[in-house]
Every structure is written in structure tokens, then in C-alpha cells.
């Protein structure tokens, strides 16, 4: 049962909960996810910290660079120095520089942001049959992940207590799944995942 394993998650995410003020989500009326977290993908194509990026300019090769986003969310450029990079779409951060390179640039010459590398990822936990880190290489709902990490252990796991655990304004919340229900097609919200956030499948209570 890996009952040192299940008292160590079990440790972690009542530890988290009580330091960093764990919520109750808000469901609408007949389903078990959270309304806010439901419209659209939470894959918004944003840049973060980890990334690897190429910047190209189409008429002036010799700024062309390929740099990994640091920590503080910047990079650095020839001629504009560092810029935060961090938070911004790929498009975004496009237009950013082309207003920054105008003096270098000749007329109507386009600059290209293209990832090479993306750090964004989730992590899975608990009763799963490979537990770990899963590249959020594309839009992944809390099923999506669970089934990359081998689907869940159906002698161990608790469909209805998923719990995903995931930073919002500075702190750590907890959002309780029902994927019972979803899976016995009661529920047909979809739960997107955002990157950093942690599925965890509770094992099964079982009295002696």
C-alpha cells in the first residue's frame, strides 16, 4: 500500500493547506470544477521563466540569438539591453522589439519570437502508475495528465477526491475534481491545467 508514501502526501498537501490559505472552489450548480477555470485551454502561449527562445530578424542576421529566459523573466539584447520577456505572448513580445529596434531596423523589416524550448510543465502525484513531471506541451485538462502519467491505480485510487494544487495571487490553493463523474459522463465541464500545477489522486480509505 506504500503506506509511508501515502502519510508523506498526505502530510504535504495538509501542510500546504493550512499555510497558504487553501480555498474551496465555487462549483456551478450540478458540477464538480470550478467555474473560473473552465471557459478556455490555460495554455495561453505565454513565456515564462526557463523558456528557450530564438529572436530573428529577417534583414539584420547578425542580431539573430537564441537565449533561455532567466529567472527574473528578462533577456538580453544587443543595442536595448534587458527586457522582461516573462508574461508575454511570443506576438507580444514581437511587437515590443520592433518598437524598441526601429532605429536599426530597415523599413518594414519583421522580427521573429519562436520557442525552442518551453519549461511550462504539471506534476502527478499519488495514485497514478508513473507519478511525475509532464511537459505542457499543449492544452492538457486534469484526465489528460492523469493518463500521462499511466492512469490511475484502480485498486488504490479516489476518483472523487482529485485534488489540483495551483498558485494564484502569490499563494497555494487547493481545487477539489470529482472525476468520478466526469468519467461516468454526470460531468461534462472540462479542467484545464496551468503550468506548475499539481494533480494529486488520493488513495482509497480502507477499514480494517
Do not use: W
Request: aromatic letters at 6%.
Amino acid at each position: 500500500m506504500h503506506f509511508a508514501n501515502i502519510l508523506c502526501v498526505c502530510g504535504l498537501l495538509g501542510l500546504i493547506c493550512f499555510t497558504t490559505a487553501c480555498q474551496s472552489p465555487t462549483y456551478p450548480a450540478g458540477s464538480s470544477l470550478d467555474a473560473m477555470a473552465l471557459a478556455s485551454p490555460s495554455m495561453s502561449g505565454t513565456l515564462q521563466e526557463g523558456d528557450i527562445i530564438q529572436v530573428a530578424f529577417a534583414g539584420s542576421t547578425n542580431l539573430n540569438t537564441t537565449q533561455r529566459i532567466q529567472l527574473d523573466g528578462e533577456i538580453s539584447l544587443q543595442f536595448v539591453g534587458k527586457l522582461k520577456a516573462a508574461g508575454k505572448t511570443p506576438t507580444e513580445l514581437e511587437k515590443a522589439l520592433t518598437q524598441l529596434y526601429q532605429p536599426q531596423l530597415r523599413g518594414a523589416e519583421s522580427i521573429t519570437v519562436t520557442v525552442v524550448t518551453s519549461s511550462a510543465a504539471v506534476y502527478v502525484t499519488g495514485a497514478v502508475l508513473r507519478p511525475g513531471k509532464i511537459p505542457l506541451d499543449r492544452p492538457f485538462t486534469v484526465l489528460d495528465a492523469i493518463m500521462e502519467a499511466g492512469g490511475v491505480d484502480n485498486s488504490r485510487a479516489k476518483l472523487s477526491g482529485v485534488t489540483v494544487l495551483r498558485v494564484e495571487g502569490g499563494q497555494r490553493v487547493a481545487r477539489k475534481i470529482n472525476l468520478k463523474r466526469a468519467l461516468e459522463g454526470k460531468d461534462s465541464f472540462l479542467f484545464y491545467l496551468k503550468p506548475s500545477d499539481i494533480v494529486y489522486v488520493p488513495e482509497k480509505v480502507i477499514n480494517f
